[in-house]
């Protein structure tokens, strides 16, 4: 078996598991923060990837454009070592 293959599939794993994580991040932002524009099922404060997601058919907004804070990720304490460690090598 080649080893750069499993290392390519490996590296493509952990991409997919990323983008997964940013979207889930972005639907919570637009579902759950103060300016809701999605609607989501069932209600409540996380999202999972079995949530399913509609327009807010009653959004109104007296502004053309509008701000949606994104919402922070839980970062667990692996992923703060991780960081810590790597800003201290450079």
Same mark, same amino acid.
Do not use: W
């Given at each position: 078996?080649?080893? @750069? &293959?499993?290392?390519? #599939?490996?590296?493509? /794993?952990? #991409?997919? /598991? %990323?983008?997964?994580? =940013? ?6 932002? !637009? ?8 609607? %989501?099922?069932? /209600? @409540? %404060?996380?999202?999972? =990837?079995?949530? /399913?997601?509609? &327009?807010?058919? =009653?959004?109104?907004? +007296? !502004? ?7 919402? +922070? ?7 703060? !070592?991780?960081? &810590?460690? &790597?800003?201290?090598?450079?």
């Amino acid at each position: 078996m080649n080893i @750069g &293959f499993i290392q390519q #599939n490996e590296t493509n /794993k952990k #991409n997919k /598991k %990323k983008e997964i994580t =940013e979207l889930l991040r972005t639907l919570q932002s !637009l579902a759950c923060g103060k300016v809701r524009i999605l609607v %989501k099922s069932p /209600k @409540g %404060k996380d999202v999972n =990837e079995t949530d /399913k997601f509609v &327009f807010n058919s =009653e959004f109104k907004h +007296q !502004l053309t454009r509008i701000k949606v804070n994104a919402i +922070q990720l839980k970062e667990t304490v692996r992923d703060y !070592l991780i960081v &810590f460690y &790597f800003k201290k090598i450079k």
